[in-house]
T-cell receptor, first 114, second 112 residues
């Protein structure tokens, strides 16, 4: 089975500080996409950031950036200047190109301490 | 632009009953997929529909079924409910070639 692993069930960060969430994955495809989704207590799954595997440049969206290491099959999320609204479950996910089936990790619960 | 709409948001059923959940995708999105989220198993893929055809199904028993209508709206049905079917059911839609899924807010099913 092609899996996505998030080794940190829970993490915490002080407001305004930086935190990094880890994710590793297994895949046999050469073309795929990686995602970080955020799920706050409201349960809405919100896309945070997307990375195309064929792109070497790491994706960035405002305070969110990734460190994509294709050879190591690693895809970590860095949140800078953490805000209270960043508190949520964060899920790493993989999608094979042309597929419509996401494979999710188990999630990391992020708490932000004021 | 309206997002993915799921109804109902909450529902309570008893064992042995059946339930139907609805999902309206974003306008122009023709692919709809369903996921089950539980504390123990996490997020698991149920099935995916495109142009009224089921293209892929996850490892769930036949009690779980779905369909898609010509307007891309989708329904999923669970028959003979079991306690273990209690979960958040998420629907996601995608436009062809986009390679990104947009999720609805989910339907929270409780089976007593």
């Amino acid at each position: 089975a092609q899996t996505v692993t998030q080794s940190q069930p829970e993490m915490s960060v002080q407001e305004a500080e930086t935190v990094t969430l880890s994710c590793t994955y297994d895949t046999s495809e050469s073309d795929y996409y990686l995602f970080w989704y955020k799920q706050p207590p409201s349960r809405q799954m919100i896309l945070v950031i997307r990375q195309e595997a064929y792109k070497q440049q790491n994706a960035t969206e405002n305070r969110f950036s990734v460190n994509f290491q294709k050879a190591a099959k690693s895809f970590s999320l860095k949140i800078s200047d953490s805000q209270l609204g960043d508190a949520a479950m964060y899920f790493c996910a993989r999608l094979a190109a042309g597929s419509y089936q996401l494979t999710f990790g188990k999630g990391t619960k992020l708490s932000v301490i004021p | 632009k309206a997002g993915v709409t799921q109804t109902p948001r909450y529902l309570i059923k008893t064992r042995g009953q059946q339930v139907t959940l609805s999902c309206s995708p974003i306008s122009g999105h023709r692919s709809v997929s369903w996921y089950q989220q539980t504390p123990g198993q996490g997020l698991q893929f149920l099935f995916e529909y495109f142009s009224e055809t089921q293209r892929n199904k996850g490892n769930f028993p036949g009690r779980f079924s779905g369909r898609q209508f010509s307007n891309s709206r989708s329904e999923m049905n669970v028959s003979t409910l079991e306690l273990g079917d209690s979960a958040l059911y998420l629907c996601a839609s995608q436009r062809p070639g986009a390679n990104v899924l947009t999720f609805g807010a989910g339907s929270r099913l409780t089976v007593l």
